[in-house]
């Protein structure tokens, strides 16, 4: 009923930038968040950041991980039901597989859902 379309990833070398997207679409009513998740090898799935916003209001709120702040920024296009993750001076340690996590309402009937990309793998190479 929902699907998300991740793309951005790829390999890099350390310090260089990368700009993630993830684009909802389906029975949408309105998406209230939208976030990027990441999981190394061994490792749990961890936020890196998310936003918090509503069309309606025009509110807006995001946060970040700490190891995020001041390298990655979180936007999101309300129109377009987008997310896009952009990450700049990255690290090696920033390897992971980075994953698009929304939650929002959708009709058929009313209810709401916390989706999942697919999962995307950035590689910064030292």
């Known amino acids: 009923q929902v699907q998300l379309v991740e793309s951005g990833g790829g390999l890099v070398q350390a310090g260089e930038s990368l700009r993630l997207s993830c684009a909802a679409s389906?029975?949408?009513?309105?998406?209230?968040?939208m976030g990027w998740y990441r999981q190394a090898p061994g490792k749990q799935r961890d936020l890196v950041a998310r936003i918090i916003s509503s069309s309606s209001t025009n509110y807006a709120d995001s946060d970040y991980a700490d190891s995020a702040k001041g390298r990655f920024t979180i936007s999101r296009d309300n129109a377009k039901n987008t997310v896009y993750l952009q990450m700049s001076s990255l690290k090696p340690e920033d390897t992971a597989v980075y994953y698009c996590n929304v939650g929002l309402f959708v009709s058929g009937p009313r209810r709401y859902l916390e989706v999942w990309g697919q999962g995307t793998l950035v590689t910064v190479s030292s």
């Open positions: 389906g029975s949408i009513l309105s998406i209230n968040v």
